[in-house]
């Protein structure tokens, strides 16, 4: 059974089970609303899960009918715009997330990635902030690297640096932390964690082509240059006109 059929299953489910008590109409109290509330944006993010952008709009737009308010809601349905790269629709459903609920970390952490995506670097870095202050959100440390990387954006390397280690610490399993470590690290000099950085990262994720040139540049650090024509040839296989093939052509 798929997740979307279970959600489905328990809409269905919600409305009988009311309808079997009587005629009461099970919107027309407080609880029912609640419960089919909770039950349409659980479906709309159903959908959103299994990449039906257009088709979650229409749950969640009945959750709000029952209560324009509702922040998981808003919160989901700013998702929706974001796929669709509508910011300014995303924008405002996520203030209004924030409006009913202003400190929750999830919402504040989805929010400062949307705003770092539209490269509002200043206000994405304020929404992280506010996020990180849950000590209890499971997500945590997702947040930190969230603000390692934002961090770096404003050029604020040191506080970056710091955020990206300590989102290390809570995780040690995050392949973008890990490759800006790496980066830093060989940008340093520091070649040895920058090694293990990068091998850690290696392990987790596939590579992209900033990845290649910097395991090229390890490479000949550490005089293995199998690994850095290895390493080349991917990157003019795979990335042939990206900056960084360019880069490493440069190096040659």
Do not use: W
């Not at 952008?53 to 808003?74: C, F, G, H, M, Y």
């Amino acid at each position: 059974m798929t997740l979307r059929v279970a959600l489905l299953m328990l809409l269905v489910n919600f409305v009988a089970g009311c309808v079997s008590t009587g005629n009461v109409d099970p919107l027309s109290t407080g609880k029912g609303r609640d419960e089919a509330r909770q039950a349409y944006v659980q479906l709309g993010i159903g959908y959103l899960q299994q990449g039906l952008v257009e088709r979650a709009k229409i749950p969640l737009k009945k959750a709000l009918e029952l209560d324009s308010s509702d922040a998981n809601a808003n919160a989901a349905l700013a998702l929706v715009f974001q796929a669709e790269e509508e910011p300014e629709l995303a924008d405002q459903s996520f203030r209004k997330a924030l409006a009913a609920r202003p400190v929750d970390a999830r919402i504040l952490n989805n929010y400062g990635s949307f705003l770092y995506e539209q490269s509002r670097y200043q206000e994405a870095y304020e929404m992280f902030g506010k996020a990180a202050a849950d000590s209890l959100y499971p997500e945590r440390s997702r947040v930190f690297e969230n603000l390692g990387m934002t961090a770096l954006r404003l050029q604020q390397r040191e506080d970056g640096q710091a955020y990206l280690e300590r989102a290390l610490r809570l995780n040690r399993q995050q392949p973008r932390a890990l490759l800006e470590m790496a980066e830093l690290s060989y940008e340093d000099r520091h070649y040895v964690p920058a090694r293990d950085f990068y091998d850690r990262f290696s392990q987790l994720s596939e590579q992209n082509a900033r990845s290649l040139l910097l395991g090229t540049r390890l490479a000949k650090v550490f005089d293995d240059r199998n690994k850095a024509a290895s390493f080349g040839l991917q990157l003019k296989r795979l990335y042939p006109g990206t900056p960084e093939y360019q880069q490493y052509l440069s190096e040659q």
